[in-house]
């Protein structure tokens, strides 16, 4: 399937893997470039050595494009842009915050920059900067989200800014990437399904807990904070609710969270930690290669858009 995205990354698939914070390192982004997407390595808030090992052994196993995903509230993130630049990554998707300081650097070293944004004008402030693409990512999805639903921002994205749009939020197999197509975008972003890949590092209690969700079983905290973060119900979910409900004051409400992603993620702890998933966690039923995820995806979005292009 060739998109503006696809010649943009030189990739074959419009499927980007999300840079999910502690799920999306090197094994991961390999296994979904090697299978014809773009694999992401999630800097977060790793130290900036970190991220470079992660680069250097994610080439030992793939000769594809890859990508980092920058979060620009990393009081590191200087020194990562540094080593996207230095270890000749060509893709980097940022968050939290604006990559306007650094578009310089990485476009004069020929680095794709595709920042992920939750409204239309933050987009067209990315446009503006010179981004090459956005992703324009709805609430629907895992982790930190905006208050917007996919379906009624990729649109009004498309129509706002002349580069590609990539959509994320709520997508989970073909039917969501030919949807995401018809409404414009050139491509998807996922990260929950990615999850529960059998390259995936996340541990097996955590997995298995996306499989046994339902589709209301994901809740949204931190509304009260400013910081909204979707994840799955747990011990956790519920005392950070009522501590919302009752006024905490942010400290109280970050010590409760503190190591709890780590804490799920690398320990299995999926009762305090916290499990972050998209709404699409009950559709996600079994661990599959990478390869075979994006296979099944391409083959069902492929016939659902045959005809209409």
């Known amino acids: 399937m060739k998109t503006k995205v696809t010649e943009l990354l030189g990739i074959e698939y419009p499927i980007i893997q999300g840079g999910m914070a502690w799920v999306a390192e090197y094994h991961l982004a390999a296994a979904v470039s090697n299978a014809g997407g773009i694999g992401l390595i ?4 790793a130290p900036p050595e970190v991220v470079r090992e992660q680069v250097r052994k994610c080439k030992e196993l793939t000769d594809k494009p890859f990508g980092v995903n920058v979060m620009l509230l990393n009081p590191n993130a200087e020194e990562v842009a540094k080593i996207v630049v230095e270890e000749g990554v060509k893709v980097v998707t940022t968050g939290a915050g604006n990559p306007a300081k650094f578009m310089g650097l990485w476009k004069e070293n020929g680095v794709k920059v595709i920042p992920v944004v939750a409204s239309v004008a933050m987009a067209k402030m990315m446009e503006r900067a010179g981004a090459d693409a956005v992703v324009a990512e709805g609430m629907e999805s ?18 706002a800014v002349s580069i590609p749009v990539i959509a994320a939020g709520g997508i989970g197999d073909g039917r969501g990437l030919a949807a995401a197509m018809m409404l414009g975008a050139e491509g998807v972003q996922m990260g929950t399904r990615f999850v529960a890949a059998k390259e995936s590092i996340v541990h097996q209690n955590y997995k298995e807990r996306l499989f ?6 994901s809740e949204v905290t931190g509304m009260s904070t400013g910081h909204p ?17 009752e006024g905490a004051d942010f400290m ?3 010590k409760l969270t503190l190591g709890s992603l780590r804490n799920a993620v690398i320990d299995g702890d999926v009762v305090n930690g ?4 998209g709404q699409i966690a009950g559709m996600v039923k079994k661990e599959q290669s990478c390869s075979e995820m994006i296979q099944e995806i391409m083959e069902q979005a492929e016939k659902l858009l045959d005809g209409t292009r």
Request: hydrophobic letters at 40%.
């Open 42 to 45: 999630g800097a977060a808030s």
């Open 142 to 159: 895992g982790g930190h989200i905006g208050s917007i639903t996919t379906m009624a921002l990729v649109p009004q994205v498309v129509d």
């Open 212 to 217: 046994k969700a339902s589709d209301i079983d």
């Open 229 to 245: 973060v979707r994840s799955l119900r747990n011990k956790m979910t519920k005392e950070y609710l009522r501590l919302e409900k």
């Open 252 to 254: 109280e409400l970050e």
């Open 274 to 277: 916290t499990v972050m998933a």
